[in-house]
């Protein structure tokens, strides 16, 4: 199975950072990645797909990158709706396997 | 507008079964591949299962094989789960989840609300 590491499992930041949340795969998955996004009670949200292809709907400071093994989510400028909890999940193989979540929290 | 709609859950003790639905609207959902996943109470996301449009394909995560069974009707734009002797740690909210639109790939494109299965004696 393809295993999915993200870091930092927890971040605190400020309205208007730039924050990066790293996903790493222990083997190649080339860019076989979404993100997804979630907010407390509520259903996740899909982000990202193929690594960096912005969801129909999603805003703009969003954006993703990476292949192979090592991926990212960049968020430009914090907002306010942006603190959530966020996960990675590889798209290669079956079976499909997320990461741990990274939550995003105000500082 | 797509809609998603669980429904199912509830309160079960250790053994027993339970069949979750998942009905949709909106789209079209013959020629989409569908799935199950779950997330335990404070926990992250965990993928069940997956069956293409014709229920050609299907697949399970090793934690549930043998035990949880995907299906799908077609004419009833619906996918259900029977999950059998269910144990506690089962217990999660299960979401039902379209494959997204545009990228031919495993992945989920999240529209209802889940449905909670609690498992205790």
């Known amino acids: 199975d393809i295993q999915m590491t993200q870091s930092p499992s927890y971040v605190s930041a400020s309205i208007g950072d730039r924050v990066i949340i790293t996903c790493r795969a222990s083997?190649?998955?080339?860019?076989?990645l979404a993100w997804y996004q979630q907010k407390p009670g509520k259903a996740p949200k899909l982000l990202i797909y193929?690594?960096?292809t912005l969801q129909s709907g999603m805003p703009s400071r969003f954006s993703g990158s990476g292949s192979g093994t090592d991926f990212t989510l960049t968020i430009s400028s914090l907002q306010s709706e942006d603190f959530a909890t966020y996960y990675c999940?590889?798209?290669?193989?079956?079976?499909?396997?997320f990461g741990q979540g990274t939550r995003l929290e105000i500082k | 507008e797509v809609q998603v709609v669980e429904s199912g859950g509830g309160l079960v003790k250790p053994g027993e079964s339970l069949r979750l639905s998942c009905v949709t609207s909106g789209f079209t959902f013959r020629t989409y591949s569908m799935n199950w996943v779950r997330q335990a109470p404070g926990k992250g996301l965990e993928w069940l299962s997956s069956?293409?449009?014709?229920?050609?394909?299907?697949y399970y995560a090793d934690s549930v094989k043998g035990r949880f069974t995907i299906s799908r009707d077609n004419a009833k734009n619906s996918l259900y789960l029977q999950i059998n002797s269910l144990r506690a740690e089962d217990t999660a909210v299960y979401y039902c989840?379209?494959?997204?639109?545009?990228?031919?790939?495993?992945?989920?494109?999240?529209r209802g609300q889940g449905t909670l299965v609690t498992v205790s004696s």
């Open positions: 989840a379209r494959e997204g639109e545009y990228w031919e790939a495993p992945h989920f494109d999240f």
């Open positions: 069956i293409n449009s014709r229920s050609s394909f299907i």
């Open positions: 193929a690594a960096s």
């Open positions: 999940q590889q798209a290669k193989t079956f079976p499909l396997t």
């Open positions: 083997q190649d998955i080339s860019t076989w």
